[in-house]
């Protein structure tokens, strides 16, 4: 069901500075964001899976822009895949981000964060075939405290939003649906989340997507002359 448009559903903050907003791409960005992941996802420098340092490997396939990421780091290029220069990340993608982050409310907006006029500049697009997910985790790898902004499409999952002190409870399980965007920003941040499992078939329609895709903006915080720079 696309209930986008028809029934909105309300904004909500799960936690300080963690905001849910449904439908906030609606279809047309959807579609045009739907057609960027495509044109991502080809080689080189394409749709990969992530090898982890404990040897096993995660289940949803990934690409990023701007700063290549892996565990645990960025790099400007593909270093544990193809070893082709990251594709760049688009500045539309930073300007919805922002947008976003505007629409979340200023509980999202770190309010210690310096300098904050810092731009988006990394991306992270997971796609999530039937049976795929991820376990909780934080963003931690970036060297700033800006929002990060994810948007949803495709089948619906569940999404699971803990606390930073650790990655067991409490946590709150919501659905992230096709079109919604979620903020995670100030004492947030660095929250554990994840996402237990998607409901395959769940994807709207007209959308034409099978599976889910997931892409994270974010703020590197590096310097365009920095190269390779793994995170402590
Ligand atoms: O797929 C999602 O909704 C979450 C993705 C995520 O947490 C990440 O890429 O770090
Ligand atoms: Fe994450």
Request: proline content about 10%; charged content about 20%.
């Amino acid at each position: 069901m696309d209930d986008d448009t028809l029934f909105p559903r309300e904004r909500v903050e799960i936690a300080p500075g963690a905001v849910h907003l449904p439908g906030w791409l609606g279809r047309e960005r959807s579609a045009d964001l739907l057609a960027a992941c495509r044109a991502w996802a080809l080689p080189p420098a394409g749709l990969r899976t992530v090898l982890m340092p404990n040897g096993g490997r995660m289940s949803v396939e990934q690409v990023s822009l701007g700063w290549h990421w892996y565990p645990y780091g960025y790099a400007r290029t593909v270093v544990d895949g193809d070893g082709a220069p990251v594709k760049p990340f688009p500045a539309w993608l930073g300007a919805w981000a922002g947008q976003a982050v505007a629409d979340a409310g200023p509980g999202a907006e770190a309010a210690a964060h310096a300098p904050a006029a810092l731009p988006f500049d990394i991306a992270l697009v997971n796609f999530y075939g039937p049976g795929a997910r991820m376990g909780m985790h934080r963003d931690s790898d970036e060297r700033v405290p800006a929002p990060v902004v994810s948007f949803s499409l495709g089948d619906t999952c569940l999404f699971r939003f803990g606390t930073p002190e650790g990655r067991g409870r409490p946590w709150q399980d919501i659905e992230l649906r096709s079109g919604d965007a979620f903020v995670f920003g100030g004492p947030s941040r660095l929250a554990y989340h994840g996402v237990p499992r998607t409901r395959p078939g769940s994807a709207p329609a007209g959308l034409g997507l099978s599976g889910r895709l997931n892409v994270t903006v974010r703020v590197s915080g590096f310097s365009a002359a920095e190269d390779g720079v793994p995170q402590a």
